[in-house]
């Protein structure tokens, strides 16, 4: 059973210097990153923080044809990852009947975010990925061990 996920952010990996786009289940519990490119990071980027551009990008201009020929996007799907590669369809709702279209996952959730629409993320795709290690958590466990050596003796004696 698919599972409903919230396009949470953008960060960029330290290693790879990529951007992976960040989705998280509806409970806070299961994260999903997904490795995209710059330009599709850009599209998202100018989405999420609810910024436009002079003209129609490529996602725009997707979207406005759907609507012009009468469709609506109904939902997409992470459907599967293989090899590193993940795999989307975009459900779209077309003269009364559900069409499903194969596409990247970046261009896919460029889509939902400009439609509105749900994104779901099947169940395999949750336990045969990594999930991602959040810099909280770990900067916390490693702020939590750093404090817990300090030597009190040698507090103050540090100017700022």
Do not use: C
């Not at 990852?81 to 990247?104: K, M, P």
């Amino acid at each position: 059973m698919p599972v409903r996920m919230l396009i949470k952010g953008l960060m960029m990996d330290p290693v790879t210097n990529m951007p992976i786009l960040v989705l998280r289940d509806e409970a806070g519990e299961r994260t999903l990153p997904i490795w995209i490119g710059m330009f599709e990071a850009h599209a998202v980027a100018l989405q999420l923080e609810n910024s436009g551009s002079p003209r129609p990008m490529t996602h725009d201009l997707l979207k406005h044809m759907i609507e012009a020929l009468g469709g609506t996007v109904t939902e997409v799907h992470i459907t599967d990852v293989r090899e590193g590669t993940f795999y989307a369809l975009i459900y779209l709702n077309a003269n009364g009947d559900q069409v499903a279209v194969d596409s990247r996952p970046s261009d896919a959730l460029a889509l939902a975010l400009r439609t509105r629409a749900p994104v779901y993320v099947a169940e395999h795709v949750l336990t045969d990925t990594r999930p991602l290690d959040t810099p909280t958590s770990q900067d916390t466990e490693r702020l939590q061990h750093w404090l817990e050596s300090l030597d009190p003796d040698e507090m103050g004696k540090y100017k700022m």
